[in-house]
T-cell receptor, first 116, second 113 residues
Framework: NAGVMQNPRHLVRRRGQEARLRCSPMKGHSHVYWYRQLPEEGLKFMVYLQKENIIDESGMPKERFSAEFPKEGPSILRIQQVVRGDSAAYFC??????????????FGQGTRLTVV | DQQVKQNSPSLSVQEGRISILNCDYTNSMFDYFLWYKKYPAEGPTFLISISSIKDKNEDGRFTVFLNKSAKHLSLHIVPSQPGDSAVYFCAAKSGGGADGLTFGKGTHLIIQP
């Protein structure tokens, strides 16, 4: 009964490159959330997706960042033309399809992005 | 503007004693509160939660208290154990929905032998 799987665990990119972060939710979960944690900070909500739909992207920077959760396959967080300020830990969380009640989200181990 | 505040970046407690972690919030729309525990290089793991219709929720050594009028909640761990050493995040959400959580900056709890 695998938990939320994120890969890669560590990702190094040069400035201007693209970063692709993947997240496979827990089995039976159809809600996916992406959070970013900057050094010495708490986790900041970025985007909430259900299958093939973006429900809330209020925490996502307007440029260079995009997210998707296709019908088949993992959720992808894409950062284009990365800059040093994008260096952070990116966490994915998932919750059950009946979320809407007060259920907790389960987190993956995160992807540590370093931009050099 | 931080809507969830954990004002103590770190807390040191002796093993066997009670650990009390505090959290304040400003958004009166928040109606569900959660505590997560995080070890280095791992994702947060859910610990305990409380709905705004309650003022206390207990699960083993962990108890969360909610004071809505003061917009304050606290997590009590008793007795504290070495494995409790971690960063604890307070989180909140509103509307009872599946929306994203608003997190505090965390408190690093250190349990001393």
């Amino acid at each position: 009964n695998a938990g939320v799987m994120q890969n890669p665990r560590h990702l190094v990119r040069r400035r201007g490159q693209e970063a692709r972060l993947r997240c496979s939710p827990m089995k039976g979960h159809s809600h996916v959330y992406w959070y970013r944690q900057l050094p010495e900070e708490g986790l900041k909500f970025m985007v909430y997706l259900q299958k093939e739909n973006i429900i809330d992207e209020s925490g996502m920077p307007k440029e260079r960042f995009s997210a998707e959760f296709p019908k088949e396959g993992p959720s992808i967080l894409r950062i284009q033309q990365v800059v040093r300020g994008d260096s952070a830990a990116y966490f994915c969380a998932s919750s059950p399809s009946h979320a809407g009640l007060n259920t907790e989200a389960f987190f993956g181990q995160g992807t540590r992005l370093t931009v050099v | 503007d931080q809507q969830v505040k954990q004002n103590s970046p770190s807390l040191s407690v002796q093993e066997g004693r009670i650990s009390i972690l505090n959290c304040d919030y400003t958004n009166s729309m928040f109606d569900y509160f959660l505590w997560y525990k995080k070890y280095p290089a791992e994702g947060p793991t859910f610990l305990i939660s409380i709905s705004s219709i309650k003022d206390k929720n207990e699960d083993g050594r962990f108890t969360v208290f909610l004071n809505k009028s003061a917009k304050h909640l606290s997590l009590h761990i008793v007795p504290s154990q070495p494995g409790d050493s971690a960063v604890y995040f307070c989180a909140a959400k509103s509307g009872g929905g599946a929306d994203g959580l608003t997190f505090g900056k965390g408190t690093h709890l250190i349990i001393q032998p």
